[in-house]
Structure formats: structure tokens, C-alpha cells
């Protein structure tokens, strides 16, 4: 891959992946966590495609191009499988439902801005030729060579067939964990009214921009 923690359940859901995807994800969040140099988020180059394993066609490389704003640097077959093309350049946003992306660019400005760490349980529904679908996207911040956090380590992991492409996902639930909390024993993040909770909301959900607040 060139640049151009433990898996959280926040829902109480099940199925978002099985227990070999999230036994890999954990590796994957082992593997992130031990390139860190205490708080300080590792470099882009640091990543090594040989310990990534069985996630290499799942995960991803992401670029910041704008507040809440990414595009696909490099990226496994599983996401081309899923949108149907080659997603090299794409937004990430383009797996996640429109009614969805306000929300999912608030979380990637924490990725970048706090700096923070997310998880994504996320549900496509059922349509002609596309079955019911599950997954989880998870995000990791990454420095570029400059030293700005402006690169993110993903991966994105599914349940059941993929059926016809283009795929896309509304969301279930939102974790996200700044590193700091993470350093001083851990800290969960509530999105006041008018906008996400821990629950995903789906169409009914409410349209009010999110804000963030530290729970203890």
C-alpha cells in the first residue's frame, strides 16, 4: 500500500461482523496501536501491508481533503466488489447512504481534528438483487510524511452477499474514542439532542447538526 482496539459494540446489536473479522480487527487496532509512540499517531509510512493479514483486501488508505472530507488513496478488492468499480480517488462517503453522510463527515472531522479513532456499525438494506447486508468500518487517524494527521488506516469488513453493486450502507452506530481518553482510561462520546446518540436513527432520525459531549 503507497500513499498517490478492541472491536467496540455500541448498539447491542448483532451481525455487524462475525467472530473472525472481529478477531482480525482486533489485531488490526493491536497492530495500529503499537506503532503509537505514546499519544503521538503514527506516520502513514509506518504501515506495513504484510501485518495487515487477512484484512488486505478490506482495508484502506484515506486522505483529509477538506473538514469531513476523505478520498480513497489506496483500497482493498472487497471495496471495489462492493461499489462495483475501482474506488481508488473516490470519496469514502461513497459507501455510506446519503441521508447518512452529514453525520459521517462529523465523525471524520473528530478522526482527524481530536485526533480520534471510530467504529461504524453499519446495515444495508435489502432491495431488487441486493440482499441484506452488515458491517463495520472502522478508522484509525495516521500522520502524513509532513507530520499533519491528514491520513486515516481503514477497514471496512461486511456480512452477506454483496449482490448488485453499487452497494451502500445507512448507520447503525457510532463510536468514537480520542486518543487522549484512551490514555487516561477510557471516555465515550454522547452526541446531544439533534443529532446521533449511540443508536442510528435510520430515515427517522433527527436532522439537527450533532454535538459533542465528553461523558465521564
Same mark, same amino acid.
Request: net charge positive.
Given at each position: ?11 447491542? #446489536? ?7 473479522? +472481529?478477531?482480525?480487527l ?10 503509537? !509512540?505514546? +499519544?503521538?499517531? &503514527?506516520?502513514? @509510512? ?17 486522505? #483529509? ?27 469514502? @462517503?461513497?459507501?455510506?447512504? &446519503?441521508?447518512a ?13 481530536? &485526533? +480520534? ?6 446495515? +444495508? ?8 447486508? $452488515? ?9 502524513? %510524511? ?12 461486511t ?8 452497494r451502500?450502507? !445507512? ?8 486518543? %487522549?481518553?484512551? $490514555?487516561?482510561?477510557?471516555? @465515550?462520546?454522547?452526541?446531544? &439532542?439533534?443529532?446521533? #446518540? ?19
Open positions: 500500500m503507497q500513499d498517490d482496539k478492541t472491536v467496540l459494540h455500541t448498539s447491542g #446489536r448483532v451481525g455487524a461482523c462475525d467472530g473472525q473479522q +472481529a478477531a482480525d482486533h489485531a488490526l487496532h493491536s497492530y495500529w496501536a503499537g506503532l503509537c !509512540e505514546g +499519544a503521538e499517531v &503514527p506516520r502513514r @509510512s509506518d504501515i506495513d501491508p504484510r501485518r495487515i493479514g487477512g484484512l488486505l483486501s478490506n482495508a484502506f488508505i484515506a486522505e #483529509r481533503i477538506a473538514p469531513g472530507v476523505t478520498r480513497l488513496r489506496v483500497a482493498g478488492l472487497h471495496l471495489n466488489a462492493l461499489m462495483g468499480m475501482e474506488v481508488r480517488g473516490m470519496p469514502l @462517503s461513497s459507501f455510506i447512504a &446519503p441521508n453522510r452529514e453525520a459521517f463527515a462529523l465523525a471524520l472531522v473528530d478522526l482527524f481534528e481530536r &485526533p +480520534a479513532r471510530v467504529e461504524i456499525d453499519l446495515h +444495508a438494506r435489502a432491495g431488487l438483487g441486493r440482499p441484506e447486508m $452488515t458491517g463495520r468500518l472502522m478508522l484509525w487517524p495516521l500522520r502524513s %510524511d509532513l507530520g499533519d494527521v491528514s491520513r486515516a488506516l481503514g477497514c471496512l469488513v456480512q452477506g452477499e454483496i449482490g448488485r453493486a453499487s451502500r450502507f !445507512e448507520m447503525r452506530a457510532v463510536r468514537v474514542l480520542p486518543l %487522549d481518553a484512551e $490514555t487516561k482510561g477510557r471516555r @465515550s462520546l454522547d452526541l446531544l &439532542p439533534g443529532g446521533l #446518540r449511540n443508536e442510528w436513527r435510520g430515515r427517522d432520525a433527527p436532522r439537527g447538526r450533532a454535538n459533542l459531549r465528553v461523558v465521564k
